[in-house]
């Protein structure tokens, strides 16, 4: 409700139909909807008034995408091919598929914290080969339940090395196929729409009275903040951040919010604001 108020009192009522208010999860949408039903209510405002549209993170990358969504089942078969191709002791589909969309989702991640995946995993393999990748029993059992046989530890050691240095050709190879067929990961398509923002094409058609308002923000991965980025430069822009005078940032752990607080400002009002708890509490 504070924060409804305070973008009402910002831009009026006429300014809504020009904002995008974008949540970490759709359900604050509806809340904030809600909220401004409400205050026209309070206000006795009778004339219609078009609501601010209303959208996740992920949503607004999307929407700047040339990637879409594709089906888990259509993907995980897509890095079965890519993975038959640089393993030579490979699974068959049925054994990887579990393993698979976990690797999808260690590729969108990586993705999502703008990570350059070739150096991710040299770095990785070559920690793990100072420590001469001394396999626990626990990881043994898995690897081997995985390989659907029994075997040695050495040569769970040869398996786990061949997948190990062969996961950034499998990221760019299954990168490369999603991208010629239009679609990708999250984190695949959160870069393509950071990419295309920052592109001459997305520079021309912006809009001067459009406005982004980002709400209900605390910790950002990397995509999510060049996203922000960008997006602040080209467009006017407005942050309600998740963060509560009773923090402390100058503690290390607030330090996050306190830097992208810096970064981007915080419109949030300052004075304290009292729940309705609290009222009921001290009455």
Known sequence: QTVTDDIIKKVGWEGLKDCTMVFPMQRAGLFAKQCIREKMSREGISIPVVLPQMTTIDQLADQFSPLRA?????????????????????????????????????????????LDMTALMRNAADAAKLEELAIDKETQERLLALLGQTGEEDSIRKYYNQLWEAIPDIYREFTETQEKEGVGTRGARTRKAIAYLESEEAAAPCQANKKYVFVGFNYLLAAERKLMEVLNAQYSTLFYWDNDPSFDLDEGVYQFIAEDIKRFGNDYPTEDIETEEEKQTFS
């Open 70 to 114: 594709d089906e888990e089942i259509r993907s995980v078969c897509q890095l079965y091919t890519c993975y038959k191709r640089y393993c030579q002791d490979a699974l068959d589909l049925d054994s990887f598929y579990g393993w698979g969309v976990q690797l999808l989702n260690d590729f969108s991640n990586a993705d999502m914290a703008l």
